[in-house]
């Protein structure tokens, strides 16, 4: 019951502040995390920013999701965590960009309308094991020790 790795993905204009962006992404990715920005234009021709957090080491992974909180990774179960699964085994978790920036951990949800925070999780599992199940166990696991 562990993870592979983390990515965290946020979209970001020429007008946002790019460091203290990076530095909410490094925290929540670790330290150990890469950090690659590119540069691209978007549909309309302006500046456009990815900025993209990653680890892939199991610790590092599971300590980003420990960080997002037991009073988050409940709601999270208590929704369905299948929904959030996707055929690649990968919990997917969107949250608020505003709040991580300001130190604070918010899910977003369908009424969201500022920027996220894109977190996709590869789950460790193998034949023979429902990937719902494993990390269920894994977030009881982090709930339990908090």
Do not use: C
């Not at 009424?111 to 034949?127: A, L």
């Amino acid at each position: 019951m562990s993870l592979h790795g983390v990515t965290w993905r946020v979209n970001a204009s020429a007008l946002d502040n790019m460091d203290l962006l990076e530095d909410s992404l490094k925290w929540i990715s670790g330290k150990k995390s890469t950090i690659n920005r590119s540069k691209d234009k978007s549909f309309h021709g302006s500046e456009q920013y990815s900025i993209v957090a990653r680890t892939q080491k199991r610790k590092e992974a599971i300590e980003s999701l420990k960080k997002i909180g037991s009073e988050v990774l409940t709601v999270i179960l208590n929704e369905g965590i299948e929904k959030r699964i996707d055929e690649s085994k990968n919990l997917h978790i969107r949250l608020e960009l505003s709040k991580l920036v300001a130190g604070e951990i918010s899910l977003a949800n369908k009424k969201t309308t500022s920027s996220t925070v894109k977190g996709k999780f590869k789950i460790e599992s193998y034949p023979g094991e429902e990937t719902s199940e494993v990390i269920t166990k894994l977030i009881e696991t982090i709930l339990d020790n908090n």
